[in-house]
């Protein structure tokens, strides 16, 4: 019979492990369909409850205002556009509910599993693209096709990396869907691992493989992070210049054509935000002006045009599709959880950390990302944990699940 400490570790593992596998793209030969991947997520709430007065904590109150919120937003768009919310965003819901379920201690265990595993793989998958562009050699175990509503690319699939076919200007995203996303993954990361001495080195592998997604959004919160987080010191300041010096000298050509141009060939900032089409634009102002922002168009009454243009997401397309009146309950419901979590006293890195998610969200659909908001749930309680440890170092509270 498996003892009640060994089915807690196994269960850690196994969220952790489908943590991971959530930030794999759906055109990787390793991803699963819609189906399977909502009957594991299934199968780990119920093993939750197996095991709850171990894993679960009876007294969380924040997974009913998460549901809540979620479930008014999803009752607007379905009563007046029709759009009943899809079989990937209940898995959504149910992951995250669980995630918020989870009692504090053995979320931070799972959380430190979480870190460990998908800093390997961003290793691993580092390792292979820096062989492959280095000598153009690597191990294609196939060709995948990703289609989307706009066009077809080809792609080869290697054991840690999908490489586009005819990019010539390779962007590092391992085994996520694009760029963007190795970029903001390790940009939270990097909030999250820093103060936490048991995970400094996947916080390295964070911030190596978040400047070789060349993703500018990434430099940005970087920049974020060094201003509001690190002391500077000489030490720091000669360890960064060193570090830097040499990724510029290794990667020079791919970061001047992606970010350093990028930058100076713009006439304002606003050409910086690519984040919509000029389609797109124009039919958000005519909902606007017209009132149907308010609650949205839903996802099933978006024009062909905005369709074919492609290149759209973000903020606005979120607030395109579920309207005004959607964000601002989402935003109430995810802060006041938050804040919730936080003993409802937020600290300096909690405010910090807020205003990281909600910048985030206007770049990138943050929302529905599971590998993002078990980062959203655990900060709360690291901020806690690292000012007791400041008072106090020989702080005990979270016993074995200890970071």
Request: proline residues 2%; contains cysteine.
């Amino acid at each position: 019979m498996i003892k009640s400490r060994s089915r807690t570790e196994i269960y850690s593992y196994l969220i952790a492990i489908y943590l991971v596998y959530s930030t794999i793209a759906n055109y990787s030969i390793y991803y699963l369909n819609i189906l399977m991947n909502s009957v594991i997520i299934l199968i780990l709430f119920f093993v939750g409850y197996l095991i709850r007065p171990i894993v679960i904590n009876s007294s969380n109150r924040d997974v009913s205002l998460f549901v809540l919120g979620w479930g008014v937003v999803y009752s607007i768009s379905t009563i007046i556009n029709g759009a009943f919310p899809s079989l990937n965003q209940i898995s959504f819901l149910i992951i995250c509910s669980l995630l918020l379920l989870l009692d504090d201690g053995f979320l931070s265990l799972v959380f430190r599993r979480y870190v460990w595993i998908l800093s390997l793989l961003f290793l691993l998958s580092a390792v292979e693209y820096i062989v492959y562009i280095i000598t153009g050699k690597g191990v294609v175990v196939a060709t995948v096709t990703r289609v989307t509503q706009v066009k077809e690319g080809d792609f080869n699939h290697l054991y840690f990396n999908i490489i586009s076919v005819h990019n010539i200007l390779y962007r590092f995203k391992g085994l996520c869907s694009e760029p963007g996303v190795m970029g903001t993954i390790c940009a939270f990361m990097l909030f999250a691992t820093w103060r936490i001495k048991s995970l400094r080195f996947p916080f390295f592998v964070f911030l190596v493989c978040g400047m070789m997604s060349l993703s500018l959004a990434y430099y940005i919160f970087l920049f974020i992070f060094l201003f509001t987080s690190i002391k500077p010191n000489v030490k720091n300041v000669l360890i960064g210049m060193v570090f830097f010096a040499v990724f510029i000298l290794v990667f020079k050509d791919y970061f001047e054509g992606r970010v350093i141009n990028r930058l100076t060939e713009v006439d304002d900032v606003a050409e910086l935000d690519n984040r919509t089409s000029d389609t797109f634009e124009h039919y958000f102002s005519k909902a606007y002006s017209e009132g149907d922002l308010w609650f949205g168009v839903g996802p099933n009454n978006v024009p062909d045009q905005i369709h074919n243009d492609g290149g759209n997401s973000g903020a606005k397309v979120w607030i395109f599709l579920y309207g005004i009146i959607g964000f601002a309950v989402i935003f109430y419901i995810y802060n006041i959880i938050y804040y919730r979590r936080s003993g409802k006293r937020l600290v300096y890195y909690d405010i910090v950390f807020l205003l990281v998610y909600w910048a985030c969200f206007y770049k990138s659909l943050i929302l529905v990302s599971p590998s993002l908001f078990i980062v959203y749930s655990v900060m709360p309680f690291l901020n806690k944990l690292v000012i007791s440890r400041q008072k106090d170092k020989n702080n005990k509270s979270v016993h074995n699940y200890e970071l």
